[in-house]
């Protein structure tokens, strides 16, 4: 099965910074992989979707690479923001289903 | 738009009751719809997939005697605990597919407390 690695230690930064977050997976590449924000006591919220055939992916102070040779997607945050501050969560399809499977997430902290 | 709710946010209940969380699409229609547990710093767990109309498909380790799901129209998909235990205490998050069928909406989440 599809084994998602995300960073367990917290990521602080100063705003105005650059976090950026990293999210790993072990076997087969999916056709696709998204990106969460998760804030405490709170359903997850869409960020990104990422194709395998997209290298990189822009929605506003948010960027998403996709390298499938290196089985990675990394997330970045310009000009972070106290608000920026969540925990992110990585997702991808297991093999031919709808359903996602979701990495343990990385905190964000973004200190002003 | 995209607009999922859960109900009720936050339940306690007694040992061996039963409880029932609704979870609703508010300005779309969903045949499909997903829930997921989850434990404190850990991932979402899929518990099962939800089709309008049709039985739920559960995952493996979740008992489908325990944790019923019923989809009985494209906007409404109901999940009941019966005979909660504390062992069972957890948030409980319903999403539903929108659209291109690859992205998923998430509810706010239902924090479910068994004494």
């Known amino acids: 099965s599809q084994k998602i690695e995300q960073n367990s230690e917290a990521l602080n930064i100063q705003e105005g910074k650059t976090a950026t977050l990293t999210c790993n997976y072990t076997?087969?590449?999916?056709?696709?992989l998204q990106w969460y924000r998760q804030d405490p006591g709170r359903g997850p919220v869409f960020l990104l979707l990422?194709?395998?055939?997209?290298k990189e992916k822009r929605k506003e102070r948010l960027k998403v690479t996709f390298d499938t040779t290196l089985k990675q997607s990394l997330f970045h945050i310009t000009a972070s923001q106290p608000a920026d501050s969540a925990t992110y969560l990585c997702?991808?399809?297991?093999?031919?289903?709808?359903?996602?499977?979701f990495g343990k997430g990385t905190m964000l902290l973004v200190s002003p | 738009g995209a607009v999922v709710s859960q109900h009720p946010s936050w339940v306690i209940c007694k040992s061996g009751t039963s409880v029932k969380i609704e979870c609703r699409s508010l300005?779309?229609?969903?045949?499909?719809m997903f829930w997921y547990r989850q434990f404190p710093k850990q991932s979402l767990m899929l518990m099962a997939t939800?089709?309008?109309?049709?039985?739920?498909?559960?995952e493996q380790g979740v008992e489908k005697d325990k944790f019923l799901i019923n989809h009985a129209s494209l906007t409404l998909s109901t999940l009941t605990v019966t005979s909660a235990h504390p062992e069972d205490s957890s948030f409980y998050i319903c999403?539903?597919?929108?659209?291109?069928?690859?992205?998923?909406?998430f509810g706010p989440g239902t924090r479910l407390l068994v004494l």
């Open positions: 939800s089709n309008e109309g049709s039985k739920a498909t559960y």
């Open positions: 990422i194709r395998e055939n997209e």
């Open positions: 300005d779309f229609q969903a045949t499909t």
């Open positions: 999403s539903a597919l929108y659209g291109d069928a690859e992205t998923q909406y």
């Open positions: 076997n087969y590449s999916p056709a696709y």
């Open positions: 997702a991808l399809p297991p093999s031919g289903y709808s359903t996602l499977t």
